[in-house]
T-cell receptor, first 111, second 116 residues
Framework: RKEVEQDPGPFNVPEGATVAFNCTYS??????FFWYRQDCRKEPKLLMS???SGNEDGRFTAQLNRASQYISLLIRDSKLSDSATYLC????????????FGTGTRLLVSP | ETGVTQTPRHLVMGMTNKKSLKCEQH?????MYWYKQSAKKPLELMFV???????ENNSVPSRFSPECPNSSHLFLHLHTLQPEDSALYLC???????????????FGSGTRLTVV
């Protein structure tokens, strides 16, 4: 079983749509959870951390379900500039510094 | 610029060549990493350095040899690579996000390596 599993997509949505991505992780001891964004042929960049109580940053909402080992990202009112690959990330079993990445979910927002 | 600088951006090398990738950060971060990103695969952790000491080698073949002379510089020396080693090699450094103990990564732009 992969440590972090994501649907690779692509998700094709029109501008203004709401889209949700899901992710599951296998290490029940994981303590840190993140979403990173990676544009085509660029490096990954931190989008947001994911907290147990859920958190929001503008149009982006992240949720964590520790019991199900499940993380989600909701994007409201999609923009063309949201087109990218979204990487689900958790800390590895050797501590907070080691991060384990999912393969990513590709989002394409069209006019 | 992200604060983590990688050179070169692109590299084409033959299987018998020796080359080195360089990574530099002046963000004051104490941990640095090498990751490999191949098509349709997740980022694979290769090496971790903490205060310039190697703390993790993720079963990487010996044809990849890291070097960390100080906490701002990281190298990846390459020799006798195989075509399947062609990938994007990303360097990152990490910093504490807050009191929770979680760490965030700053990535360099990567070196796109092609082995011919």
């Amino acid at each position: 079983r992969k440590e972090v599993e994501q649907d690779p997509g692509p998700f094709n949505v029109p501008e203004g749509a709401t889209v949700a991505f899901n992710c599951t992780y296998s290490n029940s001891a994981s303590q840190s959870f993140f979403w990173y964004r990676q544009d085509c042929r660029k490096e990954p960049k931190l989008l947001m951390s994911v907290y147990s109580s859920g958190n929001e940053d503008g149009r982006f909402t992240a949720q964590l379900n520790r019991a199900s080992q499940y993380i989600s990202l909701l994007i409201r009112d999609s923009k063309l500039s949201d087109s990218a690959t979204y990487l689900c990330v958790v800390n590895g079993d050797t501590g907070f510094q080691k991060l384990v990445f999912g393969t990513g979910t590709r989002l394409l927002v069209s006019p | 610029e992200t604060g983590v600088t990688q050179t070169p951006r692109h590299l084409v090398m033959g299987m018998t060549n020796k080359k080195s990738l360089k990574c530099e950060q002046h963000l004051g971060h104490n941990a640095m990493y090498w990751y490999k990103q191949s098509a349709k695969k997740p980022l694979e952790l290769m090496f971790v350095y903490n205060f310039k000491e190697q703390t993790e080698n993720n079963s990487v073949p010996s044809r990849f040899s890291p070097e960390c002379p100080n906490s701002s510089h990281l190298f990846l020396h390459l020799h006798t690579l195989q075509p399947e080693d062609s990938a994007l090699y990303l360097c990152a450094s990490s910093y504490k996000l807050g009191p929770t103990g979680a760490y965030g990564y700053t990535f360099g732009s990567g070196t796109r390596l092609t082995v011919v």
